[in-house]
């Protein structure tokens, strides 16, 4: 099943069920406990965001040939930092610029994205997959001068500008995605592939990142991981490649769809 969330004429948000021909169906209950998928059509105005997450954990470092491009070591545990929810943006809507905590170097990133469906603590791995609601597509997009440079030694001040972390266009459920790790994923600038790789790249696969991540931590449903990015980013290229306005970027991972965003400069 492919889960979306919408806004409706009357800017109502409710959640949506999509069948094989992309028809959505509206949802009535809770997502992430008991829900029925109804016979009514759901009437979407606008697609958002498919949820609204409580917390957003981000992984660096997790694809073998972007550490590679990077020069970094593989390491030894997964890389942790996060973003904070203010970064969430809509597919379709705008990745901004920053203007007034200004940055020239914005960067894209495509990422898998787990969503945690139920509580979950000390998880081994053999299980994790229980504990996943779904899977979507994220641009963990990063202002690397502030990253690397005016950061302090700490991502999070390059990473969570607000609307740094698109995420969409669905949720699609294990059902369909019984293996999370070997899904084709890919970036694309300006109708120019980017970033092509596969999750079967990563140094970490999603049951270690969620048993790690949910060591003597408790993740909440709506807990939504980005698990890293493949190499083809721009930081690493030459010249380096960095987003701006007008540019239109999409990420795609098979089985899950695409998500677009243009870029434009914040107003402030």
């Known amino acids: 099943m492919k889960i979306v969330r919408y806004a409706d004429p009357k800017d109502e948000i409710h959640y949506g069920a999509l069948d094989e021909n992309g028809v959505a169906r509206r949802i009535l209950g809770d997502v992430f406990g008991e829900f029925v998928v109804t016979s009514e059509a759901a009437r979407i105005h606008k697609l958002l965001a498919p949820l609204k997450p409580v917390n957003i954990f981000c992984i660096g470092l997790n694809y073998r040939r972007h550490a590679d491009e990077t020069g970094a070591r593989i390491p030894s545990f997964p890389v942790l930092f996060m973003k904070g929810i203010n970064a969430v943006q809509n597919p379709d809507d705008p990745i901004l610029l920053p203007s007034h905590l200004a940055s020239s170097q914005v960067d894209y990133e495509c990422e898998l994205v787990v969503v945690i469906g139920r509580r979950c603590k ?85 049951p270690a990142l969620i048993e790690f991540l949910s060591g003597s931590t408790t993740l909440l449903p709506g807990t939504i991981i980005f698990t890293g990015t493949p190499h083809g980013v721009g930081m690493a290229r030459t010249p380096p490649l960095w987003l701006k306005p007008g540019d239109s970027v999409t990420v795609e991972i098979e089985k899950i769809g695409k998500l677009t965003n243009r870029v434009e400069r914040e107003h402030v």
Not at 123 to 141: E, I, K, M, S
């Open 122 to 206: 000390n998880v081994r791995a053999a299980d994790a997959l229980h504990y996943v609601l779904g899977y979507t597509c994220g641009n963990d997009v990063s202002a690397r001068d502030w990253q690397k440079d005016w950061g302090g030694s700490q991502w999070c001040r390059g990473k969570t500008f607000d609307t740094f972390a698109p995420i969409g266009p669905c949720i699609v459920m294990p059902d369909e995605i019984p293996d999370p790790d070997n899904l084709a994923i890919k970036t694309t600038l300006n109708g120019e592939v980017v970033q092509d790789c596969n999750t079967s790249d990563m140094i970490f696969n999603v």
